[in-house]
């Protein structure tokens, strides 16, 4: 099974900011890769599929990259709306989820 | 709308089963494989099982496998997963997702809001 491994777990940031998350697989892979927003109470959302494609609706400041075994989740000048979880998920074989970063106000 | 709603959680003694549904509207169901995702309370996302367009082939999670069986019926457009030998650690919402395409191996573009099990005495 491929293991998902999220860094950092919590990440404190102000509006404005540049944040990166990093996603590092057990083993290799292709671009199988996607990332999630969800919020307290709520459902994930998908915000990155194929480890680079933004998903129709999803604001342009989310970009992802990577291949391989590292995956990065950048978001660009920060806004309100993105204090929330991420996640990313392997989908080479079966489904994995790294165990998420949560964004919170600094 | 695009939209799946879950139903059949509950309180369930350890041992138990319940029967989940995923009641899909606003596309082509048929189209597309599905899988169920659940969230243990204060937890991340574990990824339960998938299954096929077709219904055919179908997978698990090894902390899983052999209690939960997973199924579909296209024609009412729902899919369902029966949940049996039921532990504490099963405790969760339970997500149904929709893949972005017929692939089994595919990220998940629309999500249900969830159905919550306890397995407790």
């Known amino acids: 099974d491929i293991q998902m491994t999220q860094s950092p777990s919590t990440l404190s940031a102000s509006v404005g900011d540049r944040v990166t998350i990093t996603c590092r697989a057990s083993?290799?892979?292709?671009?199988?890769l996607a990332w999630y927003q969800q919020k307290a109470g709520q459902a994930p959302k998908l915000l990155i599929y194929?480890?680079?494609n933004l998903e129709t609706g999803v604001p342009s400041r989310f970009s992802g990259s990577g291949s391989g075994t590292e995956f990065t989740l950048t978001i660009n000048s920060l806004q309100p709306d993105d204090f929330a979880t991420y996640y990313c998920?392997?989908?080479?074989?079966?489904?994995?989820f790294g165990q998420g970063t949560k964004v919170e106000i600094k | 709308e695009v939209q799946l709603l879950e139903s059949g959680g509950g309180l369930v003694q350890p041992g138990g089963s319940l029967r989940l549904s995923c009641a899909a509207s606003?596309?082509?169901?048929?189209?597309?494989?599905m899988s169920w995702v659940r969230q243990a309370p204060g937890k991340g996302l574990e990824w339960v099982s998938v299954?096929?367009?077709?219904?055919?082939?179908?997978y698990y999670a090894d902390s899983v496998r052999g209690r939960f069986t997973i199924s579909r019926d296209n024609s009412k457009n729902t899919m369902y997963l029966q949940v049996n030998s039921l532990r504490a650690d099963d405790t969760a919402v339970y997500y149904c997702?929709?893949?972005?395409?017929?692939?089994?191996?595919?990220?998940?573009?629309?999500w249900g809001q969830g159905t919550m099990v306890t397995v407790s005495s």
């Open positions: 997702a929709k893949h972005r395409g017929w692939d089994t191996y595919d990220a998940f573009d629309i």
């Open positions: 606003g596309f082509t169901f048929g189209n597309y494989a």
């Open positions: 299954i096929s367009v077709s219904g055919d082939n179908t």
């Open positions: 083993q290799s892979f292709n671009t199988w």
């Open positions: 194929k480890a680079s």
């Open positions: 998920q392997q989908y080479d074989s079966y489904s994995t």
